[in-house]
């Protein structure tokens, strides 16, 4: 089945040790989305691509970085992990940007010790 | 500033029981969609409505759209326990607006 796999689902670093998370897609959906969700709150958008071309939040952090090499991958580079980093993250496509109805991988759960 | 407001924060009843939650702003949005989001899982999307006074109906859920395109309901009939999870309501105001998010309503339901 198409869909969006984010991986790892579970990831656990020490604080201020870079971590990649990673999220591939088999729809072919030229938008893929970066979002943070922490307990209670409502999915933040950290910055998108419309195929090549990235636009990065106003308020996403620096230590936030991503790369997308191709149609079907893209990562998220946290540089130096703070404890208030810990979160959902979630990884989205959609075939037009802000298109009606986002897929959603299943999420990296991050965790900062 | 737009802003999805979302109620109840928190649902906990019976199964069997009937209920409805809401999504409602001051602006008017030219689509809202609803997601379902199961404990330590992605947000799935369950339906777009984007005609204002729409009603899509999804087995026992049925979502509308407010004449005024400011406002959205979920109703379910007859609650299971695999409708537990947190139920998301986005939206854009124009077509190509970016989507936001509402905090969601957390939905118990009992056995």
């Known amino acids: 089945d198409a869909m969006v796999i984010q991986n790892p689902r579970y990831q656990v670093t020490q604080f201020g040790k870079p971590v990649t998370l990673s999220c591939s897609q088999t729809?072919?959906?030229?938008?893929m989305y970066w979002y943070q969700q922490k307990s209670s709150q409502a999915p933040k958008l950290l910055f998108h691509?419309?195929?090549?071309?990235f636009n990065n939040e106003a308020d996403t952090p620096d230590n936030f970085q991503s790369r997308r090499p191709n149609t079907s991958f893209c990562f998220l580079d946290i540089r130096s992990p703070g404890l208030g980093d810990a979160a959902m993250y979630l990884c989205?496509?959609?075939?037009?940007?802000w298109g009606y109805g986002y897929t959603f991988g299943s999420g990296t759960r991050l965790t900062v010790v | 500033t737009q802003l999805l407001e979302q109620s109840p924060q928190f649902l906990s009843i019976q199964e069997g029981e009937n209920l409805t939650v809401y999504c409602n702003s001051s602006?008017?949005?030219?689509?809202l969609q609803w997601y379902r989001q199961e404990p330590g899982e992605g947000p799935v999307l369950l339906v777009t409505?984007?005609?204002?006074?729409e009603v899509k109906k999804l087995k026992r859920l049925t979502f509308q759209f407010g004449d005024a395109r400011k406002d959205s309901s979920l109703h379910i009939t007859a609650a299971q326990t695999g409708d537990t999870g947190l139920y998301l309501c986005?939206?854009?105001?124009?077509?190509?607006?970016?989507?936001?998010f509402g905090k969601g309503t957390r939905l118990h339901i009992l056995p």
């Open positions: 989205a496509t959609s075939t037009r940007l």
């Open positions: 602006s008017v949005f030219s689509s």
């Open positions: 409505v984007v005609t204002g006074g």
């Open positions: 986005a939206g854009g105001v124009n077509r190509d607006d970016k989507i936001i």
């Open positions: 729809l072919n959906h030229n938008v």
């Open positions: 691509y419309y195929d090549k071309d």
